[in-house]
């Protein structure tokens, strides 16, 4: 199963570097020179240098020597390989791919749909939820444990206890 580690900012210097928004909790593990990266393209990157510089990861790939060689590479999402054993250490940590497909509903057992992607947004991870259906909705959920009290990955179920308005569209009038 692929998992998000990372995706590729903008070109640092001359040399080929890049700079990441790292999308892991083990930038040293998962970015160490001689990692495979796959791209969302299918195409493979080969770290082949990695160091922080001012509180960002740079990377540096193989066959990857310029400034214009780098910026192609731009925005690109990276993924590893996660194999099936491999879960979490702490409770209140998820893979995306736990979270997508679950379920959501209120703490009072009524339906608000399914986790359709998974949000890294640089103050908290926001959980997209379709409600399905033709004219299905979507909603964004602050992935925080005051609105997320439960999430149960083997029963895919996530009970949410959204404050008012959050989960009602505000419908558009035609005048």
Known sequence: MQVTVGRIGKPHGIRGEVTIE?????????????????????????????????GRVLLKFLGVDS???????????????RPESEVPQDNDEYYDSNLIGCQVQTLAGEAVGHVIDVLHL?????????????????FLIPFVESIVPTVDVVNKLITVDPPEGLLTQELASED
């Open 122 to 138: 640089p103050s908290q991870e926001v959980l997209v939820v379709s409600s399905g259906g033709e004219a299905g909705s979507e």
């Open 22 to 54: 790292v999308r892991t909790d083990e930038p040293e593990i998962r970015f160490a020179p001689g990692t495979t990266l796959k791209r969302e393209s299918g195409s493979d990157l080969i770290v082949s240098d990695f160091h922080w510089h001012s």
């Open 67 to 81: 400034r214009s060689a780098a910026e192609e590479l731009r925005n690109s999402i990276l993924t590893v390989e």
